[in-house]
């Protein structure tokens, strides 16, 4: 079984920077596919970015591209989420996932383990 957890969420200021990582455990970390998504209060959970197995490949939703990068480090089974330039509406529970797809996917449905979620506030 693999397990995900999240760390990095916090309040921050508008135009502030915040890190998130998310820990991956259970499986061979690298035969993953990974990716960020993000839930508002009332909406539903969007997608974010994605990451290949090995790191080469990356892509973002319109709204956070230039912003935010995605990395990640296979020798310590760990995914990151760089957020910069940060604004209110990026306030929202933030989740990682993994997916077993050869390539990158922006579906919620493409992913098969998701962790518990991280708060990311950003105030005005």
């Known amino acids: 079984q693999v397990q995900l957890v999240e760390s990095g969420g916090t309040l921050v200021q508008a135009g502030g920077s915040l890190r998130l990582s998310c820990a991956v455990s259970?499986?061979?970390?690298?035969?993953?596919?990974m990716g960020w998504f993000r839930q508002a209060p009332g909406k539903e959970r969007e997608f974010v970015a994605t990451?290949?197995?090995?790191?080469?490949?990356?892509y973002y939703a319109d709204s956070v591209k230039g912003r935010f990068t995605i990395s990640r480090e296979n020798a310590k089974n760990t995914v990151y989420l760089q957020m910069n330039s940060l604004k209110p509406e990026d306030t929202a529970v933030y989740y990682c996932?993994?997916?077993?797809?050869?390539?990158?996917?922006?579906?919620?449905?493409?992913?098969?383990?998701w962790g518990q979620g991280t708060q990311v506030t950003v105030s005005s």
């Open positions: 996932a993994a997916g077993s797809s050869v390539i990158p996917k922006v579906a919620v449905q493409s992913y098969d383990y």
């Open positions: 259970g499986r061979t970390f690298s035969g993953y596919i």
């Open positions: 990451i290949s197995r090995g790191g080469i490949n990356t």
